[in-house]
């Protein structure tokens, strides 16, 4: 059984309504496995959760810096919500131990693994929001987010790998990068992507991930070390 106190411990928030919470740390493969467990599972939550924290980062980073222009704006808002940052502070905060999946995603410990995370983190983000308001669920993503905003100024993180190869695409040889999907495969609930990336009709790289925007950056990231750009 979920001992979903510990969870409340960890998040520093004790719900009303815990049907929401385990909702909320429910995966569609885990339903799957188990049709007669009853209730949901977390992507509606997510739909909602991803909403209410792009709404309270982009107020907090507004306020924040009254000097920078949209575009920094916008760079730092994707360098804190993006699926890596959201599945490394889900990790941090014990996800891993409270999520419920199917045995097979449950073996599963790599790239797609932190995909889960970071939705699963927004998943729980939805159900705050629905249990306890939108001033309890400012506070929780502003302290569990926000300190990692001086690492990501210190060390540049905000400029991700697609803005940077598209930045020195342009300036270098005139061209924006387009991206393809090469192949994929999977269900619905665990899919894979191979991308491309183009300069014109040349293939400079391939990237992989859990969903065609992981993939793109992959594909950039490793576009940038073929180039030697950045």
Do not use: C
């Not at 995603?105 to 939705?119: S, T």
């Not at 929001?129 to 993503?141: M, S, V, W």
């Not at 899919?191 to 950039?220: P, T």
């Amino acid at each position: 059984m979920l001992n979903l106190s510990k969870f409340e411990e960890t998040l520093g928030i004790v719900f009303h309504n815990k049907d929401l919470l385990r909702t909320a740390l429910t995966h569609r493969s885990y339903l799957n496995e188990n049709p007669n467990m009853g209730g949901g599972h977390n992507e509606r939550l997510e739909f909602l959760g991803d909403a209410v924290l792009e709404l309270v980062i982009t107020e907090y980073l507004y306020e924040k810096f009254p000097e920078k222009p949209e575009g920094d704006l916008t760079a730092l808002r994707a360098s804190l919500v993006n699926a890596n940052m959201l599945g490394a502070v889900a990790s941090e905060l014990d996800f891993n131990n409270f999520l419920l999946l199917s045995r097979g995603e449950a073996k599963d410990i790599g790239r797609a693994r932190q995909y889960i995370l970071a939705n699963t983190f927004e998943a729980v983000v939805g159900a705050i929001y629905l249990d306890q308001g939108y001033n309890p669920t400012r506070d929780f993503i502003l302290r569990v987010l926000t300190a990692k905003l001086s690492e990501i100024l210190e060390k540049k993180l905000y400029r991700d790998a697609k803005s940077l190869f598209q930045e020195e695409a342009q300036e270098r040889v005139g061209i924006t990068p387009t991206y393809q999907v090469i192949k994929e495969w999977g269900p619905d609930h665990d899919k894979h992507f191979i991308v491309g990336v183009y300069l014109g009709k040349e293939l400079v790289a391939e990237g992989e991930g859990a969903s065609k925007q992981m993939a793109q950056q992959s594909a950039a990231e490793a576009a940038l070390k073929v180039k030697n750009w950045g």
